[in-house]
């Protein structure tokens, strides 16, 4: 929760005003909205609106007036903790049907149709670009413990250079039939190196192959349960069938840098996709009530498979 307050608090001062609430809050809405298909039309609002909303009442219920007062570390804590603060960032959080009814200005009419629309088009792109990522790169024809057995024995030191990664990447398109020559392999090769790029922050031209084993598990042909179980399984360093906070922000940090790199989510969210790992974290460790710090495969997957249905 800490590590969370710490996203929201934008400028670092310690406090949290409602306008640096409202933007973390519409990243994690939008990041529902592109992989939940409908799911705002059926509420009947957008998630800029909904955070807009959410943030409102997080201040309200705390006593805090907006625009005036600050919410401190404390104050966030309490409300994350509570049912409204927990389940705002899980689910529809306080927008409801009882919102007061009313004519919307222009403004906030134009401003409504805008987000609905940029909301709209990015479920649809997402989901082309994630299909067609799949398909350009072989993984439609690929399990991910396939995949985890290629990278993990071209790297016997645990790296890939890009060099050797994008050799893997090669070596799968053609167990899915690809030729290797055209325009496909030049986009898929292409693609190959984005996503390298994404998981080699220090520009060593070497990244971790268990890394990029988790993030590209959601493009491989198997069921959720078969990514997640060996996503986990991986990050589970002493193998005690759990994940500590840190190893499950680094997991899931590896998926969204894919699915960011695929659908170029960055300009939709307005952070990274380790940030939006911290908050998505954060929340998952919130849902499961947890007591001992550490979260198991079973509850790693329900939260997941909520968050990223069909991927």
């Known amino acids: 929760v800490k590590a969370a307050f710490g996203l929201f608090d934008v400028d670092s001062d310690g406090f949290i005003e409602l306008e640096e609430m409202a933007i973390l809050m519409k990243s994690m809405f939008t990041m529902m909205s592109f992989c939940n298909a409908g799911l705002f039309e059926k509420l009947d609002t957008t998630p800029g609106e909904m955070a807009e909303q959410t943030a409102l009442e997080a201040f309200e219920t705390l006593g805090l007036k907006p625009g005036v007062d600050q919410m401190g570390l404390q104050a966030f804590v309490d409300w994350y903790k509570s049912g409204e603060g927990s389940g705002s960032l899980g689910g529809s959080g306080g927008y409801g049907a009882d919102e007061e009814s ?136 002493d193998g005690d069938g759990h994940l500590s906070y840190t190893e499950t922000v680094h997991l899931i940090s590896c998926i969204f840098k894919v699915l960011f790199v695929i659908g170029d989510l960055g300009p939709h969210f307005g952070i990274s996709a380790e940030q939006l790992a911290v908050i998505t974290t954060a929340q998952a460790f919130s849902d499961v009530e947890l007591n001992d710090g550490l979260i198991s495969v079973g509850e790693l997957l329900l939260h997941f498979t909520a968050l990223l249905p069909g991927m």
């Open 102 to 237: 009313g004519m919307e200005d222009e403004e906030d009419e134009k401003k409504r149709e805008d987000d609905s629309a940029a909301s709209g088009d990015g479920e649809g792109a997402l989901k082309a670009a994630f299909t067609m990522a799949k398909t350009a790169l072989g993984f439609d024809c690929i399990a991910v413990d396939d995949l985890l057995e290629i990278l993990s024995e071209a790297a016997p030191d645990d790296t890939l250079t890009e060099k050797q990664f994008l050799v893997c990447l090669s070596n799968i398109a053609a167990l899915a039939g690809k030729d290797g020559y055209g325009a496909e392999s030049e986009s898929a090769e292409q693609l190959g190196r984005v996503i390298f790029a994404a998981f080699d922050d220090a520009g060593t031209d070497a990244v971790d192959f268990a890394e990029l084993t988790s993030g590209l598990s959601v493009l491989c042909n198997s069921s959720p349960k078969d990514k997640v179980i060996t996503t986990f399984t991986i990050h589970d360093g």
